[in-house]
């Protein structure tokens, strides 16, 4: 079974600045998809930016990149000029064909974007 | 695109009661998926549906759980004789284009 390690439960940046976010996870597989949600408080879950395995360029979504390191397994989220809008809990997922698409979810980044 | 709606938003049940929770995903996805969100993690898969089959359902937490979509259109989540521990965020997702899963607003379940 494939595990999603988020090993920080909080996070604070100040707005305008530069945040990094840390997952790493365990599979055998080899074929499979990373994505970010992000989840604001009493809202619904949104996508960030996703990351096909296969694919060695690192994803970028306008103020959102990610670092994937596939051999060591790590998938962090950089978040640039950091807006107050950003606050939320943020989630890394793992999905693969094998378990027919269904997320395997992490436990979450609380992060806070303060003035 | 009018996105995944859930219905109800909230529903407070006293234990022992059935409840039940729809979903309609967008119209032009096949897969819709349920999870369940307990107060601060992430949510865990429970069971999903292709068109009107149910694919995967070892997941539901017990046999009080169960999920049908009949015309592969909307589908229902019901819990029998709830528990306070069945209290929860109920979460449904549609699979769109590049295997990208998009979520509805939820159903909160409280259990007293």
């Known amino acids: 079974a494939q595990t999603v390690t988020q090993s920080q439960p909080e996070m604070s940046v100040q707005e305008a600045e530069t945040v990094t976010l840390s997952c790493t996870y365990d599979?055998?597989?080899?074929?499979?998809?990373l994505f970010w949600y992000k989840q604001p408080p009493s809202r619904q879950m949104i996508l960030v930016i996703r990351?096909?395995?296969?694919?060695?360029q690192n994803a970028t979504e306008n103020r959102f990149s990610v670092n994937f390191q596939k051999a060591a397994k790590s998938f962090s989220l950089k978040i640039s000029d950091s807006q107050l809008g950003d606050t939320a809990m943020y989630f890394c997922?793992?999905?693969?064909?094998?378990?027919?698409?269904?997320?395997?979810f992490g436990k979450g980044t609380s992060l806070l974007v303060t003035p | 695109d009018t996105g995944v709606s859930q219905d109800p938003r909230h529903k407070i049940t006293k234990r022992g009661q059935n409840v039940t929770f729809r979903c309609d995903p967008i119209?032009?996805?096949?897969?819709l998926y349920w999870y369940r969100q307990t107060l601060g993690q992430g949510p865990e898969f429970l069971t999903y549906?292709?068109?009107?089959?149910?694919?995967?359902k070892s997941r539901l937490l017990s046999d009080r759980f169960s999920a049908e979509r009949p015309k592969g259109s909307f589908s229902t989540l019901e819990i029998q004789r709830t528990e306070q521990g069945d209290s929860a965020m109920y979460l449904c997702?549609?699979?769109?284009?590049?295997?990208?899963?998009?979520f509805g607003p939820g159903t909160r379940l409280l259990v007293l």
């Open positions: 997922v793992f999905m693969n064909s094998n378990s027919g698409y269904a997320l395997n």
């Open positions: 997702a549609s699979l769109g284009v590049g295997e990208t899963q998009y």
């Open positions: 119209s032009e996805h096949n897969r």
């Open positions: 990351q096909e395995a296969y694919k060695q």
């Open positions: 599979t055998s597989e080899s074929n499979y998809y």
């Open positions: 549906f292709q068109n009107e089959a149910q694919l995967e």
